[in-house]
Structure formats: structure tokens, C-alpha cells
């Protein structure tokens, strides 16, 4: 198991990885699209994208994180946004060590916390990611405001 920071290098590998995580939460596959968001986050320094490689090489999850600020703890936070690891590779590991990449990279930039959101009937993730260390937090609303777009 190897995990590598994605560059621009990695953008066809990566994309189909990230078209099967968009059909997951029932997008429709556009892999030219994916690799164009892709291309745009990674050049303009957007987002840091960790890929998961098998034992033979082949890419098989990633993790997606976004910068953001928290004022009043006057430090840099990430946003773990996307995490995704192919069905028949679940279970071994990966997500963990893909989680593991995203902790390194929050302490290597001194930021004060990682924060992800994920749907409630979400029942892989609301099991990997409170052993995974972290806190649910019910001492806050998650609201959104959308563009309907």
C-alpha cells in the first residue's frame, strides 16, 4: 500500500477515481469534467489530493482536502470534503491510511483542526471516522444556502 500527494501528473488516474465517487452520490460520469475540476483545484493550489495505490500499483482511493481559516482560533483548519476508495478494496486499510496522510498533512501545517461532513445514513463512514479519532460535534447547526444551480 503506497499513498502519494496528486499532481498534475496523476490527473488520469485520478479522475476516474474521482468520476466513481461523484456516480456514488449519484452524479452522472463525466470524466472529461472531473479531470478539468481536478486540473483547476491542483494548479491553482485549491485543494491537496492524496491517492491510495494497491500493492500492484493501481490507484484505488483518495482523499480530498480544502483550506479554510478559523478566526477565533486564529489558525489555519482543513476540510477533509471528499474520500472515496473503490467497493472491492474497502475494508483493508486504505481509507485509514488515506486519513492518516490527511492528519500529517494538517500537522504539517500547523493547522489547529480537520473538520468533514458526511450524510447521516452514511453508515461506512460514521463508523471509520469516530475510530478513526474523530468527534462528532453536537454543539453546532450545519446550514446551507444554495444558488439552486
Known sequence: MM?????IKELKTLAPLF????????????IKSAEEFLEARISNQESVIFIA?????????????????SS????????LNDLFVYSEFRGQGFSKKLIDSAKD????????????ETSVTNDIGNSLYPGAGFQL???????????NT
Open 53 to 69: 495505490y494497491n500493492s500492484d500499483n493501481n490507484a484505488v482511493g483518495f482523499v480530498q482536502l480544502y483550506p479554510s481559516f
Open 105 to 116: 498533512l494538517c500537522r504539517n501545517t500547523d493547522a489547529c483542526a480537520m473538520l468533514l
Open 3 to 7: 499513498i502519494k500527494q496528486a499532481t
Open 137 to 147: 460535534r453536537d454543539d453546532a447547526n450545519f446550514y446551507e444556502w444554495t444558488t
Open 19 to 30: 468520476d466513481a465517487y461523484r456516480q456514488f452520490y449519484d452524479k452522472i460520469s463525466d
Open 72 to 79: 477565533t482560533r486564529l489558525k489555519r483548519f482543513w476540510i
